[in-house]
C-alpha cells in the first residue's frame, strides 16, 4: 500500500515512474486513503474493458466511535479490524468516492456525491476534484443512483435552495427506492433520525421531471445493467458495467467499509435498514464477483476504491487494484 503525504499532485509522468503505471494513465491523488487525509485534488482513471472509469474523491467522514454503528460488534471490535487493515482507530474512517463512465460519448455519473459539505464538513471536494479530472458537470448524460441516503444524493441539490444542480441529465433509480422514499405517509413512519433526510427527499424529488424509474436487471446505458441489492435500503441497487474483455460491480454500499466488512460479512451496521437482508445481498453479490471475475468498486472503499475480493474461508479479503 502506497502512503502519500497530504497535498501531494504528482504529474502522470511522476505518478508513472512512481507507481510502475503506463504514462497514458492519469493519476493525481495524495489520497490512497489507507491515509485519512483530505486531498484538494484526488482522481484517479482506469479502464474496464472499452469503459473509461474515473474516481472521484469527495471526502471523509471522520465519525467518532459509537457502540450502535455495527449491532453486533463492539468498538474494541471495530478498532481492531481497523488497525488489522492498517487504518487510524481513533475514529471511524468512512471516505467517500464517486465513479464517472465515460462509454462511447457519453458520461454516467454513479450516483451525486454528498453535496459539498451537505452529509459532512470534510466532505467537499467532488466538484474541483471533477473540474480537475476534466469532467464538466453540464455535459454529464446520465446518473445512476444507489440509492436515496444523503451521502449519494445530496449532490443532485444545491444548499439552501434545493436547486437541481443536474436538471438537464437523467436520473436513474431503482423504481422500488424511488417510491419507498416517496410514498404518502413515508415520512411520518421514518426513524426519528431519518424524518429531515425524508422530508427532503419527499418535497424536492418529485418535482423534477426528470427520472427515469427502472426494473432491476434493466440496461440504463449501453452494456450498464441495474442489479437489485436490498438491504441497506428496500431498492439499494448496483450496477454491472460491461466493458467487452472485462467488468465492474459498482457496489455502493454493499460491502461500506470493507476494513469491517470483508472480515465480518456478517456484522450488521446502523446504515443498514435490514440488517439480515443486507448480509444476505453482500454474501450473494460478493460471491458472484468472486466467481465470475469481476472488479469491484465501492462508495466507501479506500480511495481509489476498486479491487477485487477473494473468499477467505466464510469470510473476504479485499485487494485494492492499480491498473499496470
Ligand atoms: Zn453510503
Not at 111 to 129: E, Y
Not at 168 to 186: C, K, S
Not at 254 to 281: N, R
Request: hydrophobic letters at 45%; proline letters at 7%.
Amino acid at each position: 500500500m502506497f502512503i502519500m503525504t497530504r497535498r501531494t499532485v504528482l504529474s502522470t509522468a511522476a505518478a508513472g515512474a512512481a507507481f510502475g503505471l503506463a504514462s497514458k494513465l492519469e493519476f493525481v491523488s495524495p489520497a490512497f486513503a489507507n491515509t485519512p487525509d483530505e486531498p484538494e485534488v484526488g482522481f484517479y482513471r482506469y479502464r474496464v474493458g472499452s469503459v473509461e472509469v474515473t474516481a472521484v474523491y469527495d471526502g471523509i467522514w471522520r465519525k467518532p466511535h459509537d457502540p450502535a454503528f455495527i449491532k453486533n460488534a463492539s468498538i474494541e471490535d471495530t478498532k481492531e479490524a481497523l488497525a488489522k487493515a492498517g487504518l487510524p482507530t481513533e475514529f471511524m474512517p468512512i471516505p467517500l468516492t464517486v465513479v464517472v463512465l465515460k462509454i462511447g460519448d457519453r458520461l454516467i455519473m454513479m450516483d451525486a456525491g454528498s453535496g459539498v459539505g451537505q452529509w459532512q464538513a470534510n466532505a467537499t471536494h467532488l466538484p474541483a476534484n471533477m473540474m480537475a479530472a476534466g469532467i464538466d458537470y453540464t455535459k454529464i448524460n446520465t446518473i445512476a443512483i444507489s440509492h436515496f441516503h444523503p451521502d449519494h444524493v445530496w449532490g443532485l441539490m444545491e444548499k439552501g435552495t434545493n436547486a437541481a444542480v443536474f436538471p438537464d441529465a437523467e436520473l436513474i433509480v431503482n423504481a422500488a427506492e424511488y417510491n419507498w422514499w416517496t410514498e404518502p405517509g413515508r415520512v411520518e413512519k421514518l426513524a426519528e433520525g431519518r424524518k429531515p433526510a425524508g422530508k427532503r427527499i419527499a418535497e424536492v424529488f418529485p418535482k423534477w421531471k426528470n427520472w427515469r424509474l427502472v426494473e432491476d436487471g434493466a440496461e440504463v446505458a449501453p452494456g450498464v445493467h441495474i442489479v437489485a441489492a436490498p438491504g441497506h435500503t428496500p431498492g439499494h441497487s448496483v450496477y454491472l458495467v460491461d466493458g467487452g474483455s472485462e467488468q465492474l460491480m459498482v457496489s455502493a454500499d454493499i460491502m461500506y467499509v470493507p476494513a469491517l466488512l470483508a472480515p465480518h460479512p456478517e456484522w450488521q451496521g446502523a446504515y443498514d435498514q435490514d440488517g439480515p437482508m443486507a448480509i444476505d445481498t453482500r454474501r450473494k453479490l460478493v460471491d458472484r464477483v468472486i466467481a465470475d471475475k469481476i472488479a469491484i468498486c465501492g462508495s466507501h472503499f479506500p480511495f481509489p476504491g476498486y479491487g477485487t475480493f477473494v473468499k477467505d474461508g466464510n469470510a473476504y479479503g479485499f485487494t485494492p487494484t492499480i491498473q499496470a
